[in-house]
């Protein structure tokens, strides 16, 4: 499984943006999916999840109200829309895939940045 996100950049306080996850590969094996994001000198952090059939989500309360995950698996892609930016909101952003089965097996993206300029 191949996962590249797309969408980062530089925002304005109280913008938008919107993240893709396209997924490639063994695609019929992913599970759950979701974000997860890393800020200069803090420990990566997630976001947001969703699960296989994407009829459950959850959220980081940070981003609880702002940001909504969802994924289209006709198109094996995720999203994120993020809504009123914070500054602190500016990170690494990496999307990340959980296989079916057992041992629980992750694939990890590259990460897109998004900056948050206040």
């Known amino acids: 499984v191949q996962l590249v996100e797309s969408g980062g950049g530089l925002v304005q306080a109280g913008g938008s943006l919107s993240l893709s996850c396209a997924a490639s590969g063994s695609t019929f094996s992913i599970n759950g999916m979701g974000w997860y994001r890393q800020a200069p000198g803090k420990q990566r952090e997630l976001v947001a999840t969703?699960?296989?059939?994407?009829?459950?989500?959850n959220y980081a309360d940070s981003v609880k109200g702002r940001f909504t995950i969802s994924r289209d698996n006709a198109k094996n892609t995720m999203y994120l829309q993020m809504n009123s930016l914070k500054p602190e909101d500016t990170a690494v952003y990496y999307c990340?895939?959980?296989?079916?089965?057992?041992?629980?097996?992750?694939?990890w993206g590259k990460g897109t940045l998004v900056t948050v300029d206040s």
């Open positions: 969703i699960t296989s059939g994407g009829g459950s989500t």
């Open positions: 990340n895939a959980v296989l079916f089965g057992f041992p629980i097996v992750h694939y």
